[in-house]
């Protein structure tokens, strides 16, 4: 298992905007990242949205999927309303942001991690020193560039979904 993540908005012809990270590897950049005031960590969050009886699980793949199911289904407003929800509660953030929500990267639901979050998070990454990240990282810093990269170019292009 890790984690998948896939910038929100990628414009046609460019590749996929796909970042992946080990359970251990985003444990690890999520301390990194926490130590250096990108995550932000003392915020309430709501509770997961109730699905509303009339629906079930297959109602909302429905939604989310059509090509898979070819018109076999009928969609059900409800499902529709409650997809919408979900989204919703997956792009959430503490406002103003001052880093990544970290529950965003304690499971591989599909969390919208924000351009807000994300430009929060590289200000504050930016008030460090090259050696201070350097020093945080054991020296290993080709990986995490490519990290602070992706997260520039997330920024631009609606933020990112962690699966």
Not at 75 to 97: F, Q
Not at 111 to 131: D, F, G, N, Q
Request: aromatic share 12%; glycine share 8%; net charge negative.
């Amino acid at each position: 298992m890790g984690y998948d993540m896939y910038i929100a908005n990628v414009p046609e012809g460019e590749d996929s905007g796909y970042f992946r990270l080990n359970i251990w590897g985003m444990s690890r950049y999520a301390q990194i990242m926490e130590q250096l005031g990108m995550i932000a960590t003392d915020y309430p969050l709501a509770a997961w949205p109730e699905k509303p009886d009339c629906i079930d699980w297959e109602d909302v793949s429905a939604v989310r999927y059509p090509e898979d199911y070819e018109g076999d289904m009928p969609v059900k407003p409800e499902a529709v309303a409650y997809a919408k929800t979900i989204d919703e509660h997956r792009a959430w953030h503490p406002d103003p942001p001052f880093g990544i929500a970290l529950h965003k990267f304690g499971t591989n639901d599909g969390w919208l991690v924000t351009p807000e979050e994300i430009a929060a998070a590289l200000e504050s990454y930016r008030t460090h020193s090259a050696e201070e990240v350097k020093a945080l990282l054991g020296g290993n810093v080709d990986h995490w560039l490519k990290w602070i990269a992706y997260l520039e170019r997330a920024q631009r292009q609606g933020g990112f979904r962690v699966h």
